[in-house]
């Protein structure tokens, strides 16, 4: 065992393993798979391609050019990421929190769920307003 372990070891050097590109490729091909066995049809080639530019990304030795794809990819879809996390967490502490939008600058805000009619100050833009919570 600890044989395999220095082959995998040396095996690896050099190389930068998975990041968030290639993650989201896996799951990508991972949910067109799924589709593929009720669909057919490119559903069913498009997850091996994807896949196995996953594993090419996560074994290639060129890291700079992994690093600036995997750049590239978190600027366009860390948003996205970002707002889909924010709203998890909303969803989650729904029966302790009320959520509310700033009219001005849209921020989200919460407020404790049962506290009456409050006067609520946006911590981002500083406008007032009142709620009911």
């Known amino acids: 065992m600890n044989g395999f372990r220095q082959f995998l070891a040396r095996f690896m050097a050099g190389r930068r393993g998975m990041d968030e590109l290639g993650g989201a490729l896996y799951l990508l091909g991972l949910i067109l798979w799924v589709i593929s066995l009720f669909a057919g049809g490119i559903f069913s080639v498009l ?7 996953s594993i090419f ?22 948003p996205l990421r970002k707002k889909a996390s924010q709203a998890y967490v909303r969803f989650k502490n729904r029966r302790i ?5 700033c009219p001005q600058c849209k921020s989200w805000l919460k407020l404790p769920r ?20």
């Open 47 to 53: 997850p091996l391609v994807l896949w196995g530019y």
């Open 57 to 78: 990304r996560s074994l290639s030795r060129n890291i700079n050019a992994r690093a600036r794809e995997n750049e590239w990819f978190l600027a366009k879809f860390g």
């Open 97 to 101: 929190y009320l959520y509310y939008r």
């Open 114 to 133: 049962n506290i009456g009619e409050k006067k609520v100050t946006c911590s981002h833009c500083g406008a007032t307003f009142v709620k009911k919570a």
